[in-house]
């Protein structure tokens, strides 16, 4: 039965970076949304947006901006303004996603404090490692918070601010007091969590998802005389990468392999939706190798969907949902195409999660790589 009527195509108004744009498969995106019944828009925030086209989905991923902004970056900030004032002025544009949702994620402390005050999370065997804000230079004061706050050595320094610069995604690997000399505020350090060297990034869209391995750093421990190492997240975690970091010692179990559980993903899914409500997002997972714990170290706004199968499939098929439960105010169901060329088929609650390996769709186009 087909639930979603014939209506004249809407507008996608879209707003990625240049360097970003250079990645997406235009033509093909392009393709997916007449076929879903979209006109594509790219929009230039250097123009008013009212004169850009009558948008039902403003579609972005405005995070360097927006981050910017809040930094008190003039351009940035007149940029913004002018978004959100012409979303205020267009209350009924399908926004993907709210501004203010993906500013919870540009702090890390912010996001981290969410995932540690969930109680449910003990009880399901998932947990976010300690953490400990730095705001100032001072080793004994940065000793006692970490103290206050249960973080041990070895930690993982990361910026606060998790978006808006390259340095966002520089890391540093401190392993005893004299090492927090490396620290530059404002910053988190975090207890890092034996894995051996195997990241799980999962990727959100909607109620689909998609789980990736990946190498990690290898298993360290607390040393006094070893000095903190430096690396960015993109040499060690990408899924090509080679780093030495990430070759387990002789005395780890590399023989061993932890297994991924998929119902704690869905709960860490569903926590994320209640308490951030982003439609695109990632976060990353690794698993203790003493306790079998699910660990989430980070979150990713509209991450990228390089191998996410049929990403914009599931990207339009999303929005159509979203759509479609605004305006029949039913948040109950929506409507699934098996093949872009049929009609809606088949329902399913939108509460239900779907593993979008184990979905009909395996053929086509993997997601762009936009990280």
Same mark, same amino acid.
């Given at each position: 039965?087909?639930?979603?009527?014939?209506?004249?195509?809407?507008?996608?108004?879209?707003?990625?970076?240049?360097?970003?744009?250079?990645?997406?498969?235009?033509?093909?995106?392009?393709?997916?949304?007449?076929?879903?019944?979209?006109?594509?828009?790219?929009?230039?925030?250097?123009?008013?947006?009212?004169?850009?086209?009558?948008?039902?989905?403003?579609?972005?991923?405005?995070?360097?901006?927006?981050?910017?902004?809040?930094? *008190?970056?003039?351009?940035?900030?007149?940029?913004?303004?002018?978004?959100?004032?012409?979303?205020?002025?267009?209350?009924?544009?399908?926004?993907?996603?709210?501004?203010?949702?993906? #500013?919870?994620?540009?702090?890390?402390?912010?996001?981290?404090?969410?995932?540690?005050?969930?109680?449910?999370?003990? %009880?399901? *065997?998932?947990?976010?490692?300690?953490?400990?804000?730095?705001?100032?230079?001072?080793?004994?004061?940065?000793?006692?918070?970490? #103290?206050? #706050?249960?973080?041990?050595?070895?930690?993982? $320094?990361?910026?606060?601010?998790?978006?808006? %610069?390259? %340095?966002?995604?520089?890391?540093?690997?401190?392993?005893?007091?004299?090492?927090?000399?490396?620290?530059?505020?404002?910053?988190?350090?975090?207890?890092?969590?034996?894995?051996?060297?195997?990241?799980?990034?999962?990727?959100?869209?909607?109620?689909?998802?998609?789980?990736?391995?990946?190498?990690?750093?290898?298993?360290?421990?607390? $040393?006094?005389?070893?000095?903190?190492?430096?690396?960015?997240? *993109?040499?060690?975690?990408?899924?090509?990468?080679?780093?030495?970091? %990430?070759?387990?010692?002789?005395?780890?179990?590399?023989?061993?392999?932890?297994?991924?559980?998929?119902?704690?993903?869905?709960?860490?899914?569903?926590?994320?939706? #209640?308490?951030?409500?982003?439609?695109?997002?990632?976060?990353?997972?690794?698993?203790? /190798?003493?306790?079998?714990?699910?660990?989430?170290?980070?979150?990713?706004?509209?991450?990228?969907?390089?191998?996410?199968?049929?990403?914009?499939?599931?990207?339009?098929?999303?929005?159509?949902? /979203?759509?479609?439960?605004?305006?029949?105010?039913?948040?109950?169901?929506?409507?699934?195409?098996?093949?872009?060329?049929?009609?809606?088929?088949?329902?399913?609650?939108?509460?239900?999660?779907?593993?979008?390996?184990?979905?009909?769709?395996?053929?086509?186009?993997?997601?762009?790589?936009?990280?």
């Amino acid at each position: 039965m087909n639930n979603i009527q014939s209506i004249s195509p809407k507008n996608i108004g879209i707003w990625i970076s240049d360097k970003k744009s250079q990645k997406f498969n235009w033509k093909e995106l392009k393709k997916t949304c007449k076929t879903h019944g979209y006109n594509l828009i790219k929009l230039d925030l250097e123009k008013p947006l009212d004169e850009q086209g009558d948008c039902h989905v403003f579609l972005h991923k405005l995070t360097d901006i927006i981050a910017a902004a809040d930094q *008190g970056d003039s351009k940035a900030s007149s940029i913004i303004g002018s978004v959100e004032q012409y979303l205020s002025n267009h209350p009924n544009i399908r926004v993907i996603d709210p501004l203010n949702n993906v #500013r919870i994620l540009l702090n890390r402390y912010h996001y981290y404090s969410i995932l540690q005050e969930e109680t449910s999370f003990k %009880s399901h *065997g998932i947990f976010t490692p300690n953490f400990a804000e730095f705001t100032i230079c001072n080793i004994e004061q940065n000793m006692e918070i970490m #103290r206050q #706050r249960g973080v041990q050595f070895p930690v993982i $320094c990361k910026p606060t601010i998790a978006h808006g %610069s390259k %340095s966002a995604h520089e890391m540093i690997l401190i392993f005893n007091k004299y090492g927090l000399n490396a620290c530059k505020p404002p910053c988190v350090v975090q207890s890092f969590v034996n894995h051996n060297a195997v990241l799980h990034k999962v990727f959100i869209v909607g109620n689909r998802y998609h789980i990736c391995e990946r190498p990690s750093l290898k298993n360290f421990y607390a $040393c006094d005389d070893l000095d903190p190492i430096f690396y960015s997240t *993109g040499e060690v975690c990408k899924a090509d990468s080679q780093s030495t970091l %990430s070759i387990l010692d002789p005395h780890d179990k590399a023989d061993v392999k932890m297994t991924l559980n998929e119902n704690k993903i869905k709960t860490i899914i569903r926590v994320l939706e #209640r308490k951030i409500g982003l439609l695109l997002a990632g976060f990353d997972v690794v698993i203790d /190798n003493i306790t079998g714990n699910h660990a989430v170290i980070d979150i990713n706004v509209f991450p990228s969907y390089d191998n996410f199968p049929n990403f914009f499939e599931h990207l339009l098929d999303c929005i159509d949902e /979203n759509l479609f439960r605004t305006c029949n105010g039913d948040n109950s169901y929506a409507s699934v195409k098996i093949n872009p060329n049929d009609d809606f088929v088949c329902n399913y609650k939108t509460n239900g999660l779907i593993n979008v390996c184990q979905s009909p769709y395996q053929l086509g186009v993997a997601g762009m790589n936009i990280n």
